[in-house]
């Protein structure tokens, strides 16, 4: 669901832009405020750099011709916390539009406010986290996960039309774009929430502490579940994403279904400025090298964007968690 400038006004990108920045400080004041355990600094990082990998495998949407992927809000929200989930996904969002031209850079407060906030902080808030208070077990933390990405992969959807409306984009009339919008990445999110559900319930047997559960049974040691993330990440990012579907994704479906055709025509100053920004910066655009004739782009891209935002989130786990620390040593 990651939308390219094309799709908005400068008026209301820069608005979602100055939204979501508003939630990533909140996000970064929470965590400085609240206890931030330290071992969640590692889990930041193997955790974005396996949402990253899991972004690049679009699964095939039967009997649509259209595709989806995980946008992993509710999975990152339900082991780091809503707030070092949000800092975890803007991370993803940033590294694919600057190193990847996945996503425009005038759309990326969208991308982050559709994909991050409403999953991290407003449907984990309201739908999964009630539902886990009631007991976290495998069958509350499936239940929970499936409602909870549906609702914000519904809620991301209709503002990705909120805010086409908003920036005046005649080729997508309310009507028919929220129609085709709304019941496929309902689809989605139901494959979505079951995955979620599945490594959130492996979690619970390897670890049941990192989702907040004591237990006295023997666990899996937490460095090896931070390897085993870590060597998922690369071998999705770097192997699975081979298979990814060659279908457009929902967006990119009900754009063309709407509009005829998904590569829909921006002008102006800023849509020139940040696409020149983008093209200077992005040096594996679509996955792939520039020229495209060498084989193997995507595996290539798969394992350098995955190390790339693990270093990234571990970067500014630290970052918090020092700053945090010396503040902490002022006051005593």
Not at 81 to 102: E, K, M, N, R, Y
Not at 221 to 231: D, L
Not at 288 to 295: I, L, S, T
Request: proline residues 4%.
């Amino acid at each position: 669901m990651h939308m390219a400038d094309a799709l908005l006004s400068p008026a209301v990108g820069t608005t979602m832009l100055v939204a979501s920045a508003a939630a990533i400080g909140l996000s970064v004041k929470k965590i400085s405020g609240n206890n931030f355990d330290e071992k969640k600094i590692p889990l930041m990082g193997v955790m974005g750099a396996f949402i990253f990998a899991g972004q690049m495998i679009n699964f095939t949407i039967p009997g649509t011709g259209s595709s989806g992927h995980i946008g992993g809000g509710i999975l990152l929200a339900a082991i780091l916390g809503p707030f070092p989930a949000l800092l975890a996904l803007a991370s993803v969002l940033l590294i694919q539009c600057l190193f990847f031209a996945d996503g425009g850079l005038l759309a990326y407060g969208c991308n982050v406010f559709n994909m991050g906030v409403t999953s991290c902080l407003i449907t984990y808030t309201l739908i999964y986290k009630p539902i886990i208070k009631n007991g976290v077990n495998k069958k509350n933390i499936t239940i929970a996960s499936i409602l909870s990405v549906a609702a914000g992969l519904q809620l991301g959807a209709f503002f990705v039309v909120l805010e086409t409306l908003a920036s005046g984009i005649t080729e997508l009339p309310f009507k028919t774009f929220v129609l085709l919008m709304q019941p496929i990445h309902l689809a989605i999110g139901l494959v979505e929430g079951i995955v979620t559900a599945a490594v959130l319930c492996f979690l619970h047997s390897a670890r049941p502490e990192i989702l907040a559960v004591q237990s006295t049974e023997k666990q899996m040691p937490f460095k090896k579940v931070i390897a085993i993330f870590a060597v998922l990440a690369l071998l999705i990012g770097g192997g699975l994403s081979l298979l990814a579907s060659a279908f457009p994704d929902g967006l990119e479906w009900a754009i063309e279904n709407t509009a005829g055709t998904t590569e829909l025509e921006a002008e102006g100053p800023l849509f020139n400025a940040a696409a020149s920004a983008v093209e200077k910066t992005a040096f594996l655009p679509d996955y792939d090298f520039k020229d495209a004739e060498g084989p193997g782009g995507t595996t290539i891209s798969g394992i350098v964007g995955s190390l790339i935002t693990l270093a990234a989130a571990l970067g500014i786990g630290t970052l918090i968690f020092l700053c945090k620390r010396r503040v902490h040593l002022k006051k005593v």
